[in-house]
């Protein structure tokens, strides 16, 4: 296993064989879990954290869904929160576990699966994946994945593709 990396970005460019090649690897079940949750927090938000590890291919491999409460309690505005104390606490056990959070996921009640003005705002850890799932009617619609490149003053999302895996990996633990 890799040594806990912060900025997967500059993992992938120095250590990868194909470093612009983004993918984010979960299973069926998965991912079934996300869309759930989307569904039952509609027509809220949902949120949570994607621990796991990157692979020497500088793929990234989900191994735990961690589900959050949203902290948001804005009814004007639409988006979600992760409760520091809730992420610091998630991050501690997938460290303890040999992981590192590589990524977060959130829901569009009615609207596309595609990161937002406010989304690319409040996204701060480069290099790792912001999955988002359209949530249309209550029922989720379609999930799409995006990188954090770059810095504080020129980061910007990167189109991931999802891999989703059928059989589930030895070590995978839904929350």
Not at 96 to 104: A, H, K, Q, T, Y
Not at 111 to 136: F, R
Not at 155 to 163: A, G, L, M
């Amino acid at each position: 296993m890799l040594p806990h990396i912060r900025d997967f970005t500059s993992f992938r460019l120095h250590f990868c064989k194909y470093p612009d090649i983004m993918v984010l690897r979960l299973t069926a079940a998965q991912l079934e879990q996300i869309c759930r949750h989307g569904e039952a927090t509609y027509p809220h938000e949902c949120c949570g954290v994607l621990t796991g590890q990157v692979l020497a291919d500088g793929a990234k491999q989900v191994r735990a869904v961690a589900q959050c409460g949203n902290a948001h309690n804005d009814p004007s505005r639409s988006w979600y929160q992760i409760d520091p104390r809730e992420l610091v606490r998630i991050q501690r056990e997938a460290y303890e576990r040999g992981e590192d959070v590589i990524g977060f996921y959130h829901s569009h009640p009615d609207d596309a699966a595609n990161w937002s003005a406010s989304d690319l705002e409040e996204a701060h850890w480069t290099g790792c994946s912001y999955l988002i799932t359209s949530v249309v009617r209550g029922k989720a619609a379609q999930t799409n994945s995006f990188e954090l490149a770059g810095d504080e003053t020129s980061k910007r999302f990167d189109d991931e593709e999802i891999v989703v895996e059928e059989s589930k990996q030895s070590g995978d633990r839904e929350r």
